[in-house]
């Protein structure tokens, strides 16, 4: 399936379970508090989004300064962005997805998938991070009219 597909999928499906669940537990523990649950996970979701966010951005820094590439900092800012996004959308579900963005083993394991995936698709084999100073050719050149 292309990301394409599972996108349209997902928007077609997942407002259908999140208004199943909205459902079912405000059927259960009442509408006040199913708000209150709702509105708790967007604050929980913010506090951490931006806890996990200044460790990624620090550990992004910190590769730089060492001419690293930080690639998987990139990967894990996208997935926090996704994250936080999920959490601030109303629905139980989608916060289920969006807090496993934000603990950092779920989130590494499922960036370093991706990685792996995205190896092995595009017949890459090494598994080890490029300086910056591995693809520099030093030489001279000199401009003639």
Same mark, same amino acid.
């Given at each position: 399936?292309? +990301?394409? =597909?599972?996108?349209?999928? #997902?928007?077609?499906?997942? &407002?259908?379970?999140?208004?199943?669940?909205?459902? =079912?537990?405000?059927?259960?523990?009442?509408?006040? +508090?199913?708000?209150?649950?709702?509105?708790?996970?967007?604050?929980?979701?913010?506090?951490?989004?931006?806890?996990?966010?200044?460790?990624?951005?620090?550990?992004?820094?910190?590769?730089?300064?060492? *001419? =690293?590439? +930080?690639?998987?900092?990139?990967?894990? #800012?996208?997935?926090?962005?996704?994250?936080?996004?999920?959490?601030?959308? +109303?629905?139980?579900?989608? $916060?289920?997805? *969006?807090?496993?963005?934000?603990? &950092? #083993?779920?989130? =590494?394991?499922?960036?370093? #998938?991706?990685?792996?995936?995205? *190896?092995? %698709?595009?017949?890459?084999? $090494?598994?080890?991070? %490029?300086?910056? %100073?591995?693809?520099?050719?030093?030489?001279?050149?000199?401009?003639? $009219?």
């Amino acid at each position: 399936m292309n +990301p394409i =597909q599972f996108v349209f999928l #997902a928007f077609l499906i997942i &407002p259908f379970v999140e208004i199943y669940l909205l459902l =079912q537990i405000g059927g259960i523990v009442g509408v006040l +508090p199913t708000i209150v649950l709702v509105v708790s996970t967007a604050i929980i979701g913010v506090a951490l989004l931006k806890r996990q966010g200044l460790a990624t951005w620090q550990r992004f820094q910190s590769n730089m300064s060492q *001419g =690293q590439l +930080p690639a998987i900092e990139i990967m894990e #800012a996208v997935a926090l962005l996704i994250g936080g996004a999920l959490l601030l959308t +109303p629905g139980f579900f989608t $916060d289920i997805i *969006g807090f496993a963005c934000l603990i &950092p #083993a779920i989130r =590494q394991k499922i960036v370093l #998938a991706i990685i792996a995936k995205r *190896g092995q %698709t595009t017949g890459h084999t $090494d598994n080890h991070h %490029t300086t910056s %100073t591995e693809n520099i050719i030093e030489g001279e050149f000199k401009k003639e $009219d």
